[in-house]
């Protein structure tokens, strides 16, 4: 099916490559047909007309003929580089490239999220993924040198585990407990060998490595235990135990947040609604708190830190006059 302009919508089309940002936001406005040629690049870069824009701002003076969005907020041109609309420094175009993760790099640099790094050797850099890298001599965590880590030997393991052939680290950080080649990332900040469950790398004490299991939300289990955060959760049964989001979790005879029992919660009939509110048939909860003056059969969750019930409306946990 083809498109129907106007004179005036050809006009309009015309004129974007002389108007300047507040007329072409005028025209949008007013008129919003010629805004379908608009080429949306990616990451809030686009191009209408002759001009270039990130998230609504134009970028003075970048060439339309010659810009490419490389990807993770990065884009250039013929003669400039840029990162989430900003110029970057010194950048040589022609041979940069995103690297993801938030890295790039050119013949003589690396970069990440926009800023130059230091003493990084370009040639021999790499990413390996989880805000880890390394060149031949140096290994990384979001872009800041991890200090004694051995490059030749590092591997990332996922989920923020990484090793290299004499220590362990989480998140960028070396930690004295070695990971050997049955350490496993669960999920959650957990992880385990043959012998013992971490909670960021800290040891889950009374934790059965053997049946350990990451559920969710920062709950988990082993046959005998439950575990919220890697702290023990009093009075749990593993064998039904489920959580149902936003810190909430229940088993047959009991409701939690956060690890914690909510006193008085109908485990049977108890539902989380989002934002940290929930109810059963009779009461209303928010962060496992009852949550006064509330009608549970009416109340529900609407948005932001916003719920109500038939007669009143609350914000994060507050009625509202």
């Not at 390394?134 to 090793?163: M, P, Q, T």
């Not at 040891?203 to 053997?210: L, M, P, Q, T």
């Not at 049977?268 to 934002?275: D, E, I, N, R």
């Amino acid at each position: 099916m083809m498109l129907k302009f106007t004179f005036k919508t050809i006009l309009v089309l015309f004129l974007l490559d002389t108007a300047t940002p507040a007329m072409c936001a005028t025209v949008a406005f007013a008129n919003p047909a010629p805004f379908f040629f608009q080429d949306h690049l990616g990451d809030g870069y686009s191009k209408i007309g002759s001009r270039i824009y990130y998230r609504g701002k134009e970028i003075v003076n970048a060439n339309a003929g010659s810009f490419q969005f490389l990807g993770d907020g990065y884009a250039k041109d013929t003669w400039k580089v840029y990162f989430r609309g900003a110029a970057v420094a010194d950048a040589s175009p022609s041979t940069f490239q995103s690297l993801g993760d938030g890295y790039a790099s050119d013949a003589w640099k690396v970069y990440f999220y926009g800023r130059s790094l230091s003493n990084v050797t370009a040639s021999s850099f790499k990413t390996l993924g989880n805000g880890y890298s390394k060149d031949a001599w140096k290994v990384y965590y979001l872009g800041k040198e991890i200090a004694g880590a051995n490059s030749s030997s590092f591997e990332n393991l996922g989920r923020g585990y990484a090793k290299d052939n004499w220590s362990s680290y989480y998140r960028g950080e070396k930690n004295e407990r070695f990971a050997g080649p049955t350490t496993q990332p669960l999920g959650g900040q957990y992880s385990k060998d043959n012998w013992s469950v971490f909670y960021k790398n800290q040891k889950v004490e009374g934790a059965s490595a053997s049946t350990f299991e990451y559920l969710d939300d920062g709950y988990a289990k082993d046959a005998w235990n439950l575990f919220y955060r890697g702290i023990k959760v009093e009075g749990g049964s593993p064998n039904s135990f489920k959580s149902i989001g936003n810190g909430y979790a229940v088993d047959p005879w009991a409701v939690y947040y956060q690890g914690i029992k909510v006193n008085g919660a109908s485990a049977s009939t108890f539902k989380a609604l989002g934002g940290g509110y929930a109810k059963d048939s009779w009461t209303v909860f928010y962060r496992g708190q009852e949550l006064k003056g509330a009608s549970a059969s009416t109340f529900e969750y609407l948005d932001n830190g916003y719920a109500g019930d038939a007669w009143s409306k609350f914000y994060r946990g507050k009625k509202l006059d």
